[in-house]
């Protein structure tokens, strides 16, 4: 049986939605959500879409948010790599800096408070690049047992430039927090984190 078509504000997007799903989720090798007819609409009024899928080849479960910024996706990659400016959006980001740099990607270290309970963590990961489109990130070394995921960013083709932003992210933080309650601090924090860069990203501060 054929879901109906939700005739909501989401209909500009779900009929463009012949273009916006054939073009860009249905299509897009380099994104792995694809999105319910549900999703699509609360997309369309802006909200954040929120999920947990697997995390590849360990069985662990990823914590994936997506939202619909208005723009191109230059001035949001810009600001999702400049340290400076993620510790004003990512919730709990104490510190970061770059430690190396080369062709394909960057050293970082963060300095995190999970949890106001927990102790402040630094860790290190390696962040890999595809200018404008994706990054892909893993723990190197540092006090959490895992912390991996990506930022993926695609363009929406027709009408005023948008840009779809798809947040991945597994953490495992050992002794300090069961797997469970830190799933549940990401279903929290995501949203904000993607909330808070659409703030940004929109703030007439914005360079």
Not at 27 to 43: D, K, M
Not at 54 to 71: F, H, K, M, T, Y
Not at 99 to 124: C, F, N, W
Request: net charge positive.
């Amino acid at each position: 049986m054929k879901r109906p078509i939700m005739k909501s504000v989401a209909w500009p997007l779900l009929a463009a939605g012949g273009i916006f799903c054939a073009a860009f989720f249905c299509g897009n090798p380099l994104l792995a959500f694809q999105f319910e007819e549900s999703e699509l609409a609360r997309l369309a009024r802006g909200e954040v879409v929120v999920r947990v899928e697997p995390s590849p080849g360990q069985g662990n479960e990823r914590v994936q948010a997506a939202i619909l910024i208005d723009g191109p996706a230059e001035p949001i990659w810009k600001i999702i790599n400049d340290c400076q400016q993620t510790k004003e959006f990512i919730t709990g980001l104490k510190g970061c800096r770059v430690l190396q740099q080369d062709g394909a990607g960057e050293l970082i270290e963060h300095r995190m408070q999970i949890s106001k309970l927990l102790p402040e963590v630094t860790y290190i990961f390696r962040a890999e690049y595809e200018l404008h489109r994706r990054i892909d990130f893993k723990k190197r070394s540092g006090d959490l047992k895992e912390f991996e995921g990506s930022w993926v960013l695609g363009g929406i083709t027709g009408g005023k430039p948008r840009t779809l932003v798809v947040y991945s992210l597994f953490l495992d933080a050992g002794s300090l927090l069961p797997q469970w309650a830190a799933q549940l601090i990401l279903k929290q924090d995501l949203p904000e984190i993607l909330l808070a860069l659409r703030k940004r990203v929109s703030s007439p501060q914005n360079p």
